[in-house]
């Protein structure tokens, strides 16, 4: 089979991708590792070592605080999401019927549906229920806002695998529930990975839910703490550059060790959806 060739203009394209997301990373860098008393460019990398942003907004952020409460919030929703997911997707892409084509297009419109125009009446709903300050209530709110994503992904992924498999698990004697979680469920490693660190990510660097629903100061995620560094006299940028960079490193490790299915979930998931 012939290599594709690739012509300079996009070769120019790839490049400019890059550029377009290392800059805000150097520039991140940068800012991150000057002294408050350093007033040059800050496309200038500085010529000294300094840790002391780090030390100041992990002290004053309470970022172990924020580092604990985003691991919870985060690491239940992503599991609910997988559950909840996985186990929606497979009659949803098995058995094609009007209510199941029907509840598909309503999770996929959903998809539509910014946050933000329901804020008001969900925070109602969220207060009534006593869920402001929670875990839970936070957790439930992320799971709504990137199940549809998941499902999604899940419904494409099931649909490429044969259903041949089914038939020959039920002449076997298998359940339903069994074939799911005997047969389908380890195919489903890469759209899975895809699912962990799509919504993984959304709602590690959740803000909005976090900031309107999590106003304990002990109930704060990183990003909700980070911004207190930003006020109407002040803010301190380097602080929050450094907060950044410790905020953004567990889900880069988490993204390096998963990538290799990162893009066979991805682009698997989308094949018949």
């Keep these: 089979m012939a290599t594709p060739k690739i012509n300079k203009w996009q070769i120019a394209l790839m490049a400019l991708i890059g550029v377009v997301h290392i800059v805000p990373l150097y520039l991140l860098v940068s800012t991150a590792f000057k002294k408050e008393s350093d007033l040059s460019s800050k496309w200038v990398l500085p010529g000294y070592f300094n840790l002391d942003n780090f030390k100041n907004a992990w002290q004053y952020a309470n970022l172990d605080r924020a ?17 909840v997911g996985s186990l929606a997707s497979y009659p949803l892409s098995r058995f094609q019927t009007r209510l199941n084509k029907f509840v598909y297009i309503l999770f996929i419109s959903a998809l539509i ?35 549809p994503m998941t499902i999604f992904l899940y419904t494409g992924f099931i649909s490429t695998i044969p259903k041949e498999l089914d038939e020959a698990g039920m002449i076997d004697g298998t359940s339903r529930v069994g074939l799911f979680f005997k047969i389908i469920l380890p195919l489903l490693q890469p759209v899975t990975v895809t699912a962990i660190i799509l919504s993984g990510v959304s709602i590690w ?69």
């Design 113 to 147: 549906v910014p946050p933000l125009t329901v804020l008001v009446p969900l925070y109602q709903f969220i207060v009534d229920l006593n869920g402001l300050n929670t875990y839970w209530g936070v957790i439930l709110l992320n799971v709504t806002f990137n199940l």
């Design 67 to 83: 580092f604990i409460n985003n691991i919870i919030i985060t690491f239940f929703a992503v599991l609910l999401i997988l559950v």
């Design 205 to 273: 660097n959740d803000y909005q839910f976090s900031l309107f629903f999590l106003q304990s100061s002990s109930m704060h995620t990183l990003t909700v703490a980070l911004s207190a560094f930003f006020s109407q006299f002040t803010s301190n940028l380097s602080w929050v550059a450094a907060g950044s960079l410790m905020s953004m490193l567990p889900l880069t490790l988490l993204y390096l060790f998963l990538q290799r299915f990162f893009i066979a979930g991805l682009s698997a998931g989308a094949v018949k959806s």
